[in-house]
């Protein structure tokens, strides 16, 4: 089972960037989808992004084209970076280590989760 870390949340105007990043220890993380997930006030988590092992991508609608998700297999490594944000992105934001190799948009497929980091928009 892969530990992970995610770091980069914090506050941002509404129309700014951040890069939230994720570090994995375990020696599954090159042969393991990787995703991010968040979690707003009063809501359930949900998907926000997902990428497979060999780096193949997909997003949840409302963020195609403002977030791009990316690894770094070297260095155990998973990005968000999220442009152009919203009042509705503000949530915890997880990492999360999908049990198979393709990516998945369903929770129930991730079996490691990182603590999460909180992503605050103002506007």
């Keep these: 089972q892969l ?10 105007q509404a129309g700014g960037s951040l890069r939230l990043s994720c570090v994995a220890s375990g020696r599954t993380f090159m042969s393991s989808a990787m995703g991010w997930f968040r979690q707003g006030p009063g809501k359930e988590r ?26 770094d297999n070297a ?11 919203k009042p509705e992105d503000m949530a915890v934001y997880y990492c999360a280590a999908c049990k ?7 929770i129930e497929d991730y079996g490691s989760w990182g603590q999460g980091t909180q992503v ?3 506007s």
């Design 3 to 12: 530990q992970l870390v995610e770091s980069g949340g914090g506050l941002v």
């Design 75 to 85: 260095k155990n490594m998973v990005y968000l970076q999220m442009n152009n944000l």
């Design 100 to 106: 198979y190799s393709s990516a998945s948009r369903r």
């Design 120 to 122: 605050t928009v103002s």
């Design 46 to 71: 949900e998907f926000v992004a997902a990428v497979s092992w060999a780096g193949t991508t997909f997003y949840r609608d409302s963020v195609e084209g403002r977030f791009t998700i990316s690894r």
